[in-house]
């Protein structure tokens, strides 16, 4: 039921703080991660991992993104992530003692399915499904399960599916962490602590509703949008893009911001609004001399930020500063949610059927 909402969609959105709320419960405690979380011989196996394979597909694959560089730093792990209708048809070389990681929304994803079923003969040390819905074809087939608890998502378009997904990925690069000691009680008790701080974050980050509604003006009569990030932002950027497509069918493209020299520079001019996610983090200058770049060649930039950056407003710049800009384990999520609302005013006042838009459809069943 929609109840007060326009749009399941924005409803969705909405219940975010909730559902990464629900997918912590009974999984952290206030200082520490419970042994418990993926299942009763999680941890033992969990210590022999030298590796992790993530395999998804389109929203899910940017959740599968972000987890790497949050493993790689945490854990000390190499962690490779790939398109499911890609490795479904590789060979895929499996060392040893690697995890299998599948994420999806539904757990019925025909290519992350099949990609899953194809694991199964490659000698993983285990596959474990990170998934929203319990009686899935995915969950039936995999050695370890960690359910996110968002919920029935009934937009097309994945918010909360994608926020719990994020949510459960940081529970298992910090379990992983942990497993091959690289945590002391205090780094554990911080990281639980930011993650127990989401929610909040996340309803501060909801608050800007009203700013974005206005910025989505400027993009209406667009035709292509570029969104930028670096490092975890990166594929916050192509999270961004994808939600801005999908419902109101405005080209956008997502690039890491280095790579801008590299080609896509050339197709900044005043109608190519710049879309960057740049919080204050170690990748701050790096992201602010790009985007110097940008604005030197007439774009209008609407940046996402946060109080400490500095970025300064002018007429072709836009700052949106999120009250709560989380650390390293939850900016991703935090950063979402403005994207998801600057595309879903965009598609409102484009008039598009924003909880079904064309040619999509919620499960994708069949390759
Ligand atoms: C985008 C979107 C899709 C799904 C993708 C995978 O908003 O919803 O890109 O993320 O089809 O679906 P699941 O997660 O169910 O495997």
New binding site residues.
């Given amino acids: 039921e929609r109840g007060e909402y326009r749009h399941y969609m924005l409803k969705e959105i909405h219940e975010q703080p909730n559902a990464v709320a629900e997918t912590l419960e009974e999984r952290v405690t206030h200082d520490h991660l419970l042994a418990a979380a993926f299942g009763p011989d999680a941890e033992r196996l969990l210590a022999e991992v030298e590796g992790v394979h993530i395999i998804?597909?389109?929203?899910?694959?940017?959740a599968g993104m972000i987890a790497r560089y949050q493993i790689e730093q945490l854990a000390g792990l190499p962690c490779n992530v790939e398109i499911?209708s890609e490795y479904r048809y590789r060979d895929p070389v499996v060392p040893e003692r690697h995890l299998f990681v599948c994420?999806?929304?539904?757990?019925?994803?025909a290519d992350?399915l099949a990609a899953l079923r194809l694991a199964g003969e490659k000698g993983y040390l285990a596959r474990l499904a990170i998934c929203?819905v319990p009686e899935s074809s995915m969950v039936r087939e995999s050695d370890l399960v960690l359910m996110t608890r968002a919920g029935p998502e009934i937009g097309?378009?994945?918010?909360k599916?994608?926020t719990t997904?994020l949510s459960a990925l940081a529970l298992l690069a910090l379990a992983l962490g942990k497993a091959h000691g690289r945590l002391d009680a205090e780094a554990e008790a911080n990281a639980v602590a930011e993650l127990r701080a989401l929610p909040t974050a996340i309803e501060a980050a909801l608050e800007l509703d009203g700013p974005i509604e206005k910025l989505a003006e400027h993009l209406v009569h667009r035709h292509h949008a570029l969104f930028l990030g670096r490092g975890v932002h990166y594929p916050v950027a192509m999270e961004g893009a994808?939600?801005l497509k999908?419902i109101s069918y405005i080209h956008a493209e997502a690039y890491a911001a280095g790579e801008l020299k590299h080609g896509p520079l050339a197709l900044v001019d005043e109608d190519m609004p710049i879309i960057a996610v740049a919080p204050s983090d170690a990748l701050l200058e790096k992201i602010r001399s790009n985007l110097e770049e940008v604005r030197a060649r007439g774009g209008e930039l609407i940046v996402f930020s946060d109080a400490e950056s500095g970025f300064l407003p002018d007429e072709r710049t836009h700052v949106i500063a999120l009250p709560r800009a989380g650390g390293p384990l939850t900016a991703p999520a935090i950063f979402t949610i403005p994207l998801q609302l600057l595309a879903y005013h965009v598609a409102v006042h484009k008039g598009t059927d924003v909880d079904k838009p064309r040619n999509?459809a919620?499960?994708?069943t069949v390759e």
Wanted: neutral net charge.
């Fill in positions: 998804a597909c389109g929203t899910s694959y940017h499911a994420i999806s929304q539904s757990g019925e994803t992350t929203n097309v378009a994945s918010t599916a994608f997904q994808l939600k999908e999509l919620k499960s994708v």
